[in-house]
């Protein structure tokens, strides 16, 4: 009898066989499609064609939603035209392949690699045109000039992202969210394709300069540390007033129950 | 002794006794304040009283006696504690002064360091006087109480009295009851003199006139981005679900005229634009006519309080405003489709120049902003 | 003894008998130092509004100093660069030069705010301590009045002092002010443009603002505050119901030296919390605000909590406006303007008068109620804070929103009903409550408490011995009010005449009210019956009932079997 027979029957044979098969599908799994890395900030983007491997990942991936053409279906709408920007957007901040159809998508890791992503973005471009993803130098915040930058976010961002970057509500459950974790890669084409409820702030209202100056003001004040000391989340009065409330009326309570506390006799020192 | 244990001896024997006290039960009655405290009672010295307090108390000991050993120990121990804190006090104050002098600001970060150096020795000097003039209070000095008595507020009558009698004299010498033409001219006389502090305010500011009825925006006035300050053409801003902020021409800076002039235009996809061409009291306020390319300008000031209505949602084209949440269909003339603003944002019409950049037709038909009485 | 064995020195007789010689003070001050303050952790409340206005006060001096309340337009070039180029107010520069120029600036600037808030906290919670002990009641209503004068000051005084930076938070807030203001009927346009001097937001409101924020409105709460301390140390500090304390006098310690030193200790403990918070914790950083726009927001745009009601109840308004007579009356604007804060404040002024004309009771009051005893003005009290609590969240809906996770629309329409219904809940649970616990309270006095202990009977059966209460207990207890009944309508004098009083609309309304007053739960001062308590032993008679600790003879609680009446001897001597 071979040495797994004999062992066929015992409890843990059931669970080894499981791990064995977990193994082996992870390899398969592993072995088909790219491991997962998030992307960082924006690689060049060349001028690499990769129109026919962006396609095919495209119909892999998004297409049961997007169209085999992408042309869109009732469930996604069209993305010819969308522009690179758009799907390097997207992606890049994980909200494509959205969870489900029709919630607003929120950010979390992507499984796509920099370059799958704009092989896809370049293919979607090659359908309709539609924006390009920005050079390195076009959102560099050391090129822009922040004070510029607040005065364009304060008049369009701030409403919605808050002054200190902290997101906020909008109608219907959906919410804009913080700025605290998109590359200046991203806020630019955010900008550029205005995702979801986003407006769009296309480059003849907003110049790539003045793009590159809000990035520099996000990107600034983001990293600023705060002198006040916490910052209680940047969201301004409503924590302030919480604080106040549990924290300082919370501790001069007990403060309080100590002044007025009934005196006791002092314990004697030896046994009772 | 507790209560409690002489309560339980008193059972026969063979029955167990009690526990000494359970937990979660009251504890038994403290030492009680002992008979009454008021052992100095002085007289009066006159009717109507000098003094406020006639009575004053004697404080008297409820704890142990000051001698006792175990008060004497506790009050060395307790003196150390004290000691300690106001030393430690006086450590953390000098650190203070050496925080201050050390710790420059100027930046940022240099900022962060000073309030954290000046702050935490600040605070710690505070809290250490403040913990040591407590336990002073609650253990080293002796656990005294002391009853006061209250006095009754309400005069006797025959204060009352006194106190009518020189009244009606007093009045009774100044004739101001047998004299009404007295009376009367000096309340004639004094009466401006009450209006005056409400007149001295008329020139705190001018008239409103019918400024709050117009605004800069003029035939031909061209829009300029906020900030960028840079007009804009129908071709600058032809992407669907466009938004942006936009200033008058010649106003860029002038806060008092942005409070009522300052606009949100917005680009829509052919087909999503549906403005219902409205009048109100004869005056057209809103139109089709008054957009370009699908591009429609409303007031951003927000018709509730004039906060500014800046969310634009490209998806349901609501405009939202921050501040009361009142929201506007930007696609059809900018109605009130939730919350407290009473009327749809005003419609600028707009129009292009001969260089091709967008200006208004002309100023805006309605006042814009906040209601107001004489809006009519 | 020896505490007192010293010579007090020269200096200090010498200077008091100078002062002596002027001012005639040797008795009243001593009468001063055996002053006697009562002692409960709920009066120190109080206390802490009025060392954070001391704090306020040595804070704001030290701002005054380099704060410049001008709305010229300068450009800035200081040391917080990332606003470098942009132009600003003079207001808002000198705030950015405390911050970040002046050393310990920013920590006075943290100071004093938190102390605001701080002070306007301790206020609410003050008042709500007075308003359900009832400790506003005759002789004490003037000062009731002038508390809630200092309240409504302090708003007035907060709303001011957070906009002098002239930052984009409370410029929007301004800005509101100013739009609300012009709404009023007849006068508003006036009021807006002669209070900002012009079209908003001008030059002018900021100067007016600072001189307003630092010298009329502190001028006028000094003498509040002084008027408010002297009619208390006049008319005495209530006290809560306890053992020894009557309606006659008061106990405590005497000032000198401890209420100086705890009340010192209380300073120091006030303020090292403000200045921890000030180190830890950021408060209004309006340089990432930046200066005030017309064009710009941002979300979660909220007034100081304090301010809260205001902004809840303008979100929480549907849109309303009427033409009146030719003129735009904005509802949807006034309303809200108006009616909660007078509600809630116009209601608390009027509060005494209101229930000593249902009570008919006009008597002095110098011992606390205890709140589950007045059950229509506890639950009236927490109906109030049930209106100004749902108003004051919805105050906060976006960030709720954002927060939480909840649609927008949907917490407003939640504020919508819940500003009528939950008052309307709020007073009727807290009716119950308060009656239910009286319900506890006498059945605590007639039967003791659970003292845990189980005895198993003769026959078997397990009983748990209840212990008399003690006599501290027993005072708190037993210090309920007996409200009184008006005549009701129906009641009439010999001759058949019904009380005058209770005739006519206002009459009955009164008897209504009066009625409500008077339900309470009756303490039962008789004894219980037929069954005998025994002194937590067995019962012999084979009565199944928890056996009850005797109560000290004179308590009223009913005759004692001979027999316990030894064993009570030596507790008594105990």
Known sequence: MSWINARRRRPAAGY???????????????ALTSSGSVSQASAAVGAQQDTAAGKRLFQANCSSCHGLEAQG??????????GAAAVDFQMSTGRMPAKEVGAENERKPSSFSTREIHSIADYIASLGGGPAIPTDQQVDPALGDPGLGYQLFSANCSQCHNAGLSGGALTYGKDAPPLTEATPTQIYEAMLTGPEAMPVFADGAVSPQAKRDIIAYITQTRVEPNPGGFSLGRTGPITEGLVIFFGGMGFLILVALWITAKRRDPRPTGME | MSDMEETEGTEGPGVPVAPHRVIGTPPPSPRLLGSTAVAEHREPATAAGEDEEEVVGVPHNVGLPPDDPKMVLHGKRAERVVAACFTLAFFAGCAFIAAYVGIGVGTVDKTLRSNLGLGS??????????????????????????????HELRSDEKDRQAFQEVFKEGTGYSQFVKRPLIRRTLMLGTLPLLAAPIVLLRD????????????????????????TNQPITPADFSAPGSMISIVPEGYEEN???????????IKFRPGELDIPTRTQGGTLVGTMNWTVDNIVAYSKICTHVGCPVALYEQTTHHILCPCHQSTFDAAKGAEVIFGPAPRPLPQLPLTTDSSGYLVAKSDFTQPVGPSFWERG | MSDTDFDVPKALSGTGGWLDDRFHGARGLRVLMRKVFPDHWTFMLGEIALWSFVILLLTGTFLSLFFIPSMTQVTYHGSYVKLDGIKMSEAYQSTLNITFDVRGGLLIRQIHHWAADLFMAALIIHMLRVFFTGAYRKPREINWLIGVGLFTLGLLEGLFGYSLPDDQLSGAGLRIFEGALQGIPIVGTYLAFFLFGGPFPGHDIVPRMYIIHVLLIPGILLALISAHLFIMFHQKHTQMPGKGNTEKNVNGQPFYPYFMAKGGAWFFFIFGALVLLATFATINPVWLYGPYSPVAISSASQPDFYMGILEGSLRVMPAWEINFLGHTLSLSVLIPFALPLTIVLGGAALWPFFEQWATGDRSPHNINDRPRNAPVRTATGVAAMTFYGVLWAE?????????????LYTITWIARVMVFVGPALGYIITKRICLGLQRKDAQELLHGYESGIIRQLPNGEFIEVHQAVNEERRAVLEAKPVPALLPGPGAADANGIPAPSSRGLLGRARGV??????????LETNGHGDVDHGNGHAVESGEEHAAVGAAPSGSGHGQLPAGDAAEEEPREGG
């Open chain 2, 204 to 227: 705190t500011g001018p008239k409103p006139g019918t400024s709050l009825r117009n605004t800069v925006w003029s035939p031909g006035r061209r829009l300029l981005v906020y900030g």
């Open chain 1, 16 to 30: 080894a066989a499981l791990l064995l098969g977990l193994v082996v599908v992870a390899l398969a799994y592993g």
């Open chain 2, 121 to 150: 020795t600040l605070a710690a000097t505070l809290l250490l006087l403040g913990a040591g003039a407590l336990i002073w209070v609650r253990h080293l000095m002796p656990n005294v109480e002391l009853t006061e008595e209250r």
């Open chain 3, 513 to 522: 009210a009066n009625r409500a007053f008077a339900e309470t739960i009756p």
């Open chain 2, 255 to 265: 806060d008092d005229q942005l409070t009522k002039a300052a606009v949100i235009l």
């Open chain 1, 73 to 82: 279906t009732s469930q996604a709408p069209s993305l010819v035209g969308a």
């Open chain 3, 395 to 407: 105050g906060a809906n976006d960030v709720i929103a954002d927060k939480l996770q909840v649609p």
